[in-house]
């Protein structure tokens, strides 16, 4: 164990750390987008009304479908994010791509904290889901090529980790700031969290593997030592940069490209038209050594969302109004410790048991979760129902929860990377623009259809409990009185 920690210390240098914290900053602020409205919903859609005497209103009135609209708006920029992030960032280098991508959040959370109208803060959810889009690919990417080749696999959790950091962070300030108008802070957090991602990315540098492919090696082994630490030896690490990288560069400069040795320029640039080439969108999917790696991490990246994780993230405080007699956003912020908890915990399992170990593992936790809640809920055990949703929970953390993130960026070279990320990413945000779009709307349906038979999640279990005490004819008229006030004074049996 004091061997490993001191070989760990040895690779990671707190100026990667530095890194590391200010790239994740991206992702974090997926998170904080993806949960920033399922506490405060009823707040902001003005199902909670309070009077208003401000310049912008308490609330904005929405119903179900337009609120599901709102939510799933954010998918469709994270569409278009995800597609567009990889090639910008092969053509103009990660640098560039996280600076914009900060640039999105920040204009869209500032948009939505001041939106006074549905089409406003759809706008604003738009943009942010760009930079959400962009930063899931572009955060992964980053990590993989800064970190050490040793270290990957724990620092690629970083992505899902933050993610769930800010879940956790918007769940909580949900919370406490789900009244009146102050919902707006919740929303304001994304601004706050932008503009400190913009003004670290001021001072990280390139990542030494683009820069190797694309700029100047020199710079690129600079840039690299300085990472790794003055006294780590990086010769290793820059042979899979290429056969010119490996030899000292005023050799390469003498060798003959007909030799077998790549060619460099007297400034140590790479040829013009090898390595630095990128496979497009397209071309991965015709290439017959790329496509089986975009068939696997498109299925993984579609099973990752089409689980029902998001239905949680986003809805969950209605969604489980019923599992406890407690408040759901404190539900809500239990779910998210323990899915952050679990991520943190088991971070090292996809390089001690294997990607593939790990995700069927959550696979069968998930369905079997699943499963025994679905029947939770029928018979209404409400305790085991709430203890099955945080199983739910961290079943996915094991493995649907990280290993996606990690797989583009280990399964292809790294001219077709940025295009198989775009692939992934995609497919992870069409479904998820399905289970936003649809999950309220479906459930709804669900509960009018089955609410009189058991199948129900929603408040109809209440009125339809209510109906078998009032029909049963034992309980008290003050009970009933009370029940008929819970239930907005309607007429229940």
């Not at 993806?34 to 609330?59: F, G, Q, W, Y």
């Not at 179900?64 to 567009?84: D, E, K, R, Y």
């Not at 670290?200 to 690299?224: C, D, F, I, Q, R």
Request: glycine share 10%; proline share 5%; aromatic share 6%.
């Amino acid at each position: 164990m004091s061997s490993g920690l001191r070989q760990w210390r040895h690779d990671v240098s707190p100026y990667l750390i530095f890194l590391i914290a200010v790239s994740t900053l991206g992702s974090l602020q997926f998170g904080i987008h993806l949960a920033e409205l399922n506490a405060p919903e009823d707040v902001i859609t003005c199902r909670k009304k309070s009077i208003s005497t401000r310049a912008l209103p308490d609330c904005i009135p929405m119903d179900n479908a337009a609120f599901a609209a709102v939510q799933s708006v954010f998918t469709i920029g994270g569409l278009v994010g995800s597609l567009g992030a990889g090639p910008t960032s092969s053509a103009k280098g990660r640098l560039f791509a996280m600076r914009l991508t900060s640039a999105f959040f920040v204009l869209g959370s500032a948009i939505e904290t001041l939106a006074s109208a549905v089409p406003v803060i759809a706008v604003g959810r738009l943009l942010a889901g760009v930079g959400a889009g962009a930063a899931t690919v572009i955060v992964p990417l980053y990590i993989s090529e800064v970190a050490p080749p040793k270290e990957r696999g724990f620092f690629g959790v970083m992505t899902q980790i933050s993610i769930n950091v800010g879940i956790l962070l918007t769940q909580t300030l949900g919370y406490f700031f789900s009244y009146g108008s102050a919902w707006r802070w919740v929303l304001g957090a994304g601004v706050i969290v932008g503009a400190a991602h913009a003004s670290g990315l001021l001072v990280v540098p390139e990542s030494p593997a683009w820069m190797a492919a694309n700029e100047n090696v020199t710079k690129a082994k600079k840039t690299l030592q300085r990472i790794r630490g003055s006294g780590y030896d990086i010769t290793e690490e820059t042979v899979s940069w290429g056969p010119d990288v490996a030899v000292p560069e005023e050799e390469a400069a003498l060798l003959d490209g007909d030799n077998g040795v790549l060619a460099t320029s007297p400034t140590g640039r790479k040829a013009a038209g090898e390595s630095g080439s990128h496979k497009s969108f397209l071309e991965v999917i015709r290439d017959p050594l790329t496509r089986p790696a975009i068939i696997a991490v498109v299925g993984i990246m579609l099973s990752q969302q089409l689980c029902g994780i998001n239905s949680i993230i986003m809805y969950s405080v209605s969604l489980l109004a019923d599992l406890l007699p407690i408040s759901s956003a404190l539900l809500t912020i239990l779910i998210s410790v323990i899915n952050l908890v679990t991520t943190v915990a088991c971070s090292p399992l996809p390089d001690k048991l294997g990607r593939k170990t790990c995700l069927l593992l959550s696979i069968v936790g998930q369905g079997t979760s699943a499963l025994c809640l679905a029947l939770s809920i029928m018979f209404e055990i409400k305790i085991l129902s709430a203890v099955l949703v945080l199983c739910f929970v961290a079943s996915f953390a094991v493995g649907l929860g990280p290993v996606p993130f990690m797989m583009a960026s280990e399964m292809v070279g790294q001219d077709a990377v940025g295009a198989v990320q775009s692939w992934a990413l995609g497919a992870n945000w069409v479904a998820t623009f399905l289970v936003a779009q649809f999950f309220p709307l479906i459930n709804k349906a669900l509960n009018s259809a089955l609410g009189a038979r058991g199948g129900s999640t929603s408040s109809s279990r209440r009125s339809r409990g209510a109906a078998r005490c009032l029909c049963g004819g034992g309980c008290p008229r003050r009970r009933v009185r009370r029940m008929r006030m819970r239930f907005g004074g309607e007429r229940i049996g």
